[in-house]
């Protein structure tokens, strides 16, 4: 995962407007006076936000012929990704996942017979049912993932305590939690999660290994 990447995300996800904007723009593309009336908030300040969700590749602007006027400039939100943050008193963990396929359904062709009413309320009807299948397994997920996220920050409560009473070094507690709650003796990780050098990580994980904590061949 790229930090500086998950920063500018944050920053433009974090204020409240911008996310309001963000759920319109992922049903519809809407324009901004549009938006600045559904929103109740002035056109200027509905620009300040585009620009900033534009500038994040959160959103882009395409010109769309008026029936009532000049081309008008539309929003659409263009970004796939899954943002997750842990936080609990023993674990902090950040993921950003970028989704890159699209269509994984096979839509059938564009032919006339689809377009009939009564075949696209057929279609639609079968949709909702995916949809509907869809959301019950992603429930699923999240409360399996509640679960296993509630047994590990118990596992590290008491790995903690352990290490505290084993380890009287700084350095050492820190790396051995991490590797620990990660799962990864990387060095360059370890030195980019800890802001340690790769140097300083390694003596420390010779000391920790003579202490038979650490099997460096893991």
Same mark, same amino acid.
């Given at each position: 995962m790229d930090d500086m990447e998950l920063d500018i995300l944050l920053a433009a996800i974090g204020n409240p407007t911008r996310r309001r904007i963000l759920r319109r #723009?992922? /049903? !519809?593309?809407?324009?901004?006076? *549009? #938006?600045? /009336? !559904?929103?109740?908030?002035?056109? *200027?300040?509905?620009?300040?936000?585009?620009?900033?969700?534009?500038?994040?590749?959160?959103?882009?602007?395409?010109?769309?012929?008026?029936?009532?006027?000049?081309?008008?400039?539309?929003?659409?939100?263009?970004?796939?990704?899954?943002?997750v943050i842990d936080l609990a008193p023993e674990l902090f963990s950040e993921e950003l996942r970028i989704h890159d396929s699209e269509d994984i359904i096979e839509a059938e062709a564009d032919t006339d017979s689809l377009r009939k009413p009564d075949n696209l309320r057929l279609k639609l009807a079968e949709f909702m049912s995916h949809i509907e299948a869809v959301n019950s397994q992603l429930k699923e997920l999240s409360d399996k993932r509640d679960e296993l996220m509630s047994r590990k920050e118990h596992a590290m409560r008491y790995a903690n305590d352990i290490i505290e009473t084993l380890c009287d070094d700084y350095d050492e507690r820190k790396v051995m939690r991490y590797i620990i709650g990660e799962d990864d003796m990387d060095l360059t990780s370890i030195s980019d999660k800890l802001d340690m050098r790769e140097s300083e990580i390694e003596r420390v994980m010779r000391r920790l290994e003579k202490k038979g904590l650490l099997m460096l061949s893991k």
């Open positions: #723009l992922v /049903k !519809e593309t809407h324009y901004p006076l *549009q #938006l600045s /009336k !559904e929103l109740s908030i002035s056109q *200027q300040a509905i620009m300040k936000h585009l620009k900033v969700l534009e500038d994040s590749d959160l959103v882009r602007s395409v010109f769309r012929e008026s029936g009532s006027g000049p081309p008008r400039k539309w929003y659409v939100a263009t970004k796939r990704f899954t943002l």
